[in-house]
């Protein structure tokens, strides 16, 4: 059982930064696949970052490379998400995820959730 807790989100200008940091309880959070999801208002949800247990594998939507970081501290019980260059389209609400075994980019895969935090970039 893995529970999850994200936090960072807030309003930023266009161009401007935002790091959201999701901690986790469980004692076995390290042998989880983690990733970072988002979803606009009228929108499915989709990928934008995940990692796996050792943070030697990620995998970045087209739309985020280049710009976001996602990485993992084991021993903190922590999956972040550094975010940069940021935009208007990159409003969202910002879930981390978390299942046993790879990462995947389907969200109906991953088996626990945060409860969201909102990320909003004005122009």
């Known amino acids: 059982q893995v529970q999850l807790v994200e936090s960072g989100g807030g309003l930023v200008q266009a161009g401007g930064s935002l790091r959201l940091s999701c901690a986790a309880s469980g004692r076995t959070f390290g042998s989880y696949a983690m990733g970072w999801f988002r979803q606009a208002p009228g929108k499915e949800r989709e990928v934008v970052a995940t990692i796996n247990w050792s943070g030697g594998n990620t995998y970045y939507a087209d739309s985020v490379k280049g710009r976001f970081t996602i990485s993992r501290d084991n021993a903190k019980n922590a999956v972040n998400l550094q975010m940069n260059s940021l935009q208007p389209e990159d409003t969202a609400v910002y879930f981390c995820?978390?299942?046993?075994?790879?990462?995947?980019?389907?969200?109906?895969?991953?088996?626990?959730w945060g409860q969201g935090t909102q990320v909003t970039v004005s122009s």
């Open positions: 995820a978390a299942k046993p075994g790879v990462p995947r980019f389907d969200h109906t895969l991953y088996n626990y």
